[in-house]
Structures are given as C-alpha cells and as structure tokens.
C-alpha cells in the first residue's frame, strides 16, 4: 500500500520546491494517480538552524505533528541542518523519518569514494562526519575562511541570488574539497544544488536532497 509522506520544509522556500520537483521527478509515473500523496509544510518561521540553539526543536516538532494529523505516514525533511532536530521530530510524531544525511552518505558510498568533501553549515557537518564514518568514509570539510565564505554564500542564495558570480564561488568551494583530496562531493545543504550541479566538477557530486528525494520515492511506493 503506498504511504502518504510528510515533508517538513521551508528551510528556505525555494530549497522545498526544488525537492518537490526532484520528488516528483523521481516517481515512476505515467499517470497522475501513479504519484504519491506529499503532505508539505512550508514553514519559514521555523527558527535559524544556524544559531545553534534549541528553539528550532519544538516548532519542527509541531510541524511534524500537524502532518500526523493531517494523514502522514512517513516523514521527511527537506533541510539538512534540521536533521540535528530529528529526535524531536520523531518523538512528538512518533512516525518514522526517512534521514537525508545517511541516504546522502548511503549515496556517497556507492561511488566508491573513501574521503567526501562536505558543503554543509556547521551543525550539519557534525552530523555528516557521523553519518559518513558510519560508512567508512572520511569527511573533508573547508578550512575556517572558506567555511564562513560558503555560509556568507547560503545567505545569498536564500535571498534569491544565483548569478553567476555566486555559481563560480560555490564551485571554486567544491574544487578547494577536491585539491584537499576529496573523490565525491556532497551538497549537505539544500540551497547548494540551486548554483552548483555534477557538470561543474570533475568527482562524482550528491545532491542529498536528490537521493532523499528517490529513497522517498522507494519508501512510499513500498
């Protein structure tokens, strides 16, 4: 029986819409009924994940609850940095959540790579490097200058820019990831596919909000 998903999104808007796409992409479909039911809650209220604290718990955790009660019976999130609110999610929901960070590593693992640069904020590379050495593969990440450029260049992103100059930074990140040794490169937040696509380097690149989308997809249709 094909099970109705809840995604937890908003983290930003265009981030949502761009794993709604990719979700529909990913289905199998030659019909509309072929297409899963999405319950989305675009919420862009939920509290900076950036900061650190704890404020963004309670509203992800009433998020998920809502689409409990609106029929959801699998849970997503379409926001990285969230994922460090899991335990939250689930508790208050107590249905299970398909993980964006382990289907990324999953993912990263089937190219065959033993070191996987990570283009992530903060909180979310933590969860990375978990994830990752849980495949045995080592996480690369940027140095504290570059860091705090591609965190300068989330911002941008979230406000609408994806002009050129903002393409050629984030790839320029990517190809610092590689030179340090990195053979996969893994877009660990969801703004990153929006400038950067595989085209742009020369390793293997995981848009995690791509693999989420097909594990969904896997998940629902069962």
Do not use: W
């Amino acid at each position: 029986m094909t099970k109705i998903l809840g995604v937890l999104g908003g983290m930003g808007p265009a981030a949502t819409l761009d794993f709604l796409a990719k979700l529909q992409a990913a289905t199998p479909a030659a019909r509309d009924q072929d297409h899963i039911r999405v319950l989305v809650d675009i919420n862009p209220q939920v509290p900076d994940r950036n900061e650190g604290d704890d404020a963004p718990g309670p509203v992800l955790a009433a998020m998920a609850t809502g689409l409990r009660n609106g029929g959801a019976q699998v849970l997503a999130i379409a926001c990285n940095t969230a994922h460090a609110y899991a335990d939250a999610v689930q508790t208050a929901s107590g249905l299970p959540l398909i993980d964006l960070i382990e289907t990324a590593a999953q993912a990263a693992k089937a190219t065959g790579a033993t070191k996987a640069g990570v283009l992530a904020t903060g909180l979310a590379i933590g969860l990375y490097r978990d994830r990752l050495a849980e495949q045995g593969i080592e996480a690369l990440i940027l140095d504290t200058e570059s860091q705090a450029e591609f965190m300068g260049l989330l911002y941008r992103i979230k406000a609408g820019d994806r002009s050129q100059a903002v393409q050629d930074q984030m790839s320029n990140l990517a190809d610092r990831l590689v030179v340090a040794g990195a053979k996969a490169v893994i877009a660990g937040c969801t703004e990153v596919p929006l400038v950067l696509e595989e085209r742009d380097l020369d390793v293997p690149f995981i848009d995690a909000g791509a693999a989420l989308a097909r594990r969904c997809v896997e998940v629902c249709l069962g």
